[in-house]
């Protein structure tokens, strides 16, 4: 279900996408601290919530990664909250893992299976430390089950309670306004990640007869869209990535605004229309094989 | 109080055109219409005042004490967005409905719930209000079927009508950096027929 944000890191200034890399890789670093394997839940989606918990940027480091053995490069210093970011990410990760263990069938549920024993300990790690979060988390992905399992026709209550998961992560977070202005953003970027991510999966669920809320509440069939219904949703989507813009203005990210700004205003947007073009699958594989 | 240039993002030699400029620019950007039915509004109304000081200061200073400009009025809808609507400008018939919205105008959104749901008549209005409560909880669908639902109980209500306006053609006008946020809706809502009876849109889509 992750793995939806991109950031548009080809238009961005240089000094931009390179702070972007830092906050990767300090995510990155933060997530190895709970184990070797809890550096696999690394992506984008997590790194932009590790940048939204960071109150400005902060320090660098040079330090060396598995991935870049010999040379060190700069990454962003350990702190309070990207440590936060991190278990929040690896919490997150974990229990929709263990969700796709019930969901999959048996091919695709045995790899979920594998995965989650590779990370169980890691999780642990991390949900000792907050066990509050990973409560909530676990209780609120049981709110969502209940829905599929009930076939609920809307796109609204699956969508929140999903939602509401990413907009606990700020829960702590102050002052108030601060909170406030996280708590919006994640709301409604969680939404989006939900309903993109059952658009994206309308042909492949509509094949498997999984729960799709998208399909069921626009009663479309074979994960084929009408254009009514496309453009429907595309409303529906837009409002939320509105929501998500209005509260980004609202308070100052610091050295983050120019990377938040294309993201939010130009990089949601272009994930969207790909998904809603049936597009965003071979963007994917044509991006991660440039890589 | 705050550095006024600092407030509008100009140095303290920029030229009055610029300052103008940037002026307008924010105070577009947190103008209310960007904020309708959203939990954030008094932020963005505090924005707005902050601005508004910030380029009263400022000419106050330049006109060497002269307050000959005009600003922006911080919490009157525009004439040109149309769809601006909140539910403090209109009063309802019963004294519950009443109560309900101003619970849902001040925040109080669980309380609003609670009313809502103990009240034994659902008219127009009682959707009205609770598309109101869905959309500033962020219940996007949802809300549009409830301001659906209230102009089809009364077609006559402007009120309704402009709700479900906004819902239906999405954050088209709204503020962006990068031209129009609403881009991501068929290509231009307007240009093709609107096929809900009840839409504002003969009314209103001339203007984008």
């Known amino acids: ?291 | 109080m705050k550095d006024p240039y600092a407030v509008l993002g100009v140095s303290e030699t920029a030229a009055d055109e610029e300052i103008k400029r940037a002026y307008r620019e924010l105070a577009r950007k947190y103008h209310p219409d960007n904020y309708q039915n959203n939990p954030l509004a008094d932020l963005a109304e505090e924005k707005m005042k902050e601005i508004n000081a910030a380029y009263e200061e400022i000419n106050k200073h330049r006109a060497g004490g002269r307050s000959d400009y005009q600003s922006y009025q911080s919490a009157r809808p525009s004439s040109a967005g149309g769809a601006y609507y909140e539910a403090r400008y209109n009063s309802s018939a019963s004294p519950d409905l009443q109560r309900i919205r101003r619970e849902i105008q001040t925040g109080n959104l669980t309380e609003a719930e609670t009313l809502l749901n103990r009240c034994p008549e659902r008219n127009a209005e009682w959707y009205f209000l609770r598309g109101a409560l869905r959309q500033k909880r962020g219940w996007m669908d949802d809300a549009r079927q409830d301001y659906q639902r209230a102009c089809q109980m009364d077609p006559t209500n402007l009120e309704y009508r402009q709700a479900l306006h906004y819902m239906n053609h999405g954050p088209a006008r709204t503020y962006s950096p990068f031209g129009t946020l609403g881009d991501l809706c068929a290509a231009n809502l307007c240009a093709n027929a609107c096929f809900n009876p009840w839409c504002l849109c003969p009314m209103f889509c001339c203007w984008s």
């Open chain 1, 1 to 291: 279900m992750f793995g939806y944000v991109r950031p548009p890191l080809d238009g961005l200034p240089q000094e931009d996408a390179e702070r972007f890399r830092r906050a990767y890789c300090g995510l990155c670093h933060a997530l190895s601290r709970r184990g070797a394997a809890a550096r696999c839940v690394l992506n984008y989606d997590f790194t932009l919530l590790a940048i939204l918990l960071s109150d400005g940027e902060g320090a660098s480091d040079k330090r060396r990664c598995i991935v870049r053995p010999v040379r060190p490069r700069p990454v962003l210093s350990p702190t309070a909250a990207l440590e936060l970011a991190a278990d929040e990410s690896l919490i997150l990760a974990y229990w929709k893992l263990r969700d796709n263990v019930r969901d999959d069938g048996l091919a695709k549920g045995l790899a979920s299976r594998t995965a989650c024993a590779f990370l169980r300990g890691a999780y642990e790690n991390a949900a000792s430390d907050r066990p509050e979060f990973a409560g909530r988390v676990r209780a609120q992905l049981d709110v969502l089950r209940g829905m599929e399992a009930e076939r609920v026709a809307s796109i609204d209550a699956p969508a929140d309670a999903f939602a509401a998961l990413l907009r606990d992560a700020a829960r702590d977070v102050a002052p108030a306004a601060r909170r406030r202005v996280l708590e919006e953003i994640l709301y409604h970027l969680g939404r989006w990640v939900y309903l993109i991510d059952a658009a994206d999966d309308l042909k492949q669920d509509a094949a498997s007869g999984a729960y799709n809320p998208v399909a069921l509440r626009y009663g479309l069939s074979g994960g084929r869209w009408t254009d009514a219904a496309r453009q429907e949703f595309s409303v529906v989507l837009s409002h939320s990535l509105q929501r998500i813009a209005a509260a980004f203005e609202l308070w100052d990210f610091g050295a983050w605004n120019p990377l938040l700004e294309r993201i939010f205003y130009s990089g949601l947007f272009q994930v969207s229309r790909a998904v809603l073009d049936g597009a965003f699958h071979k963007k994917r594989i044509e991006s991660e094989a440039n890589e």
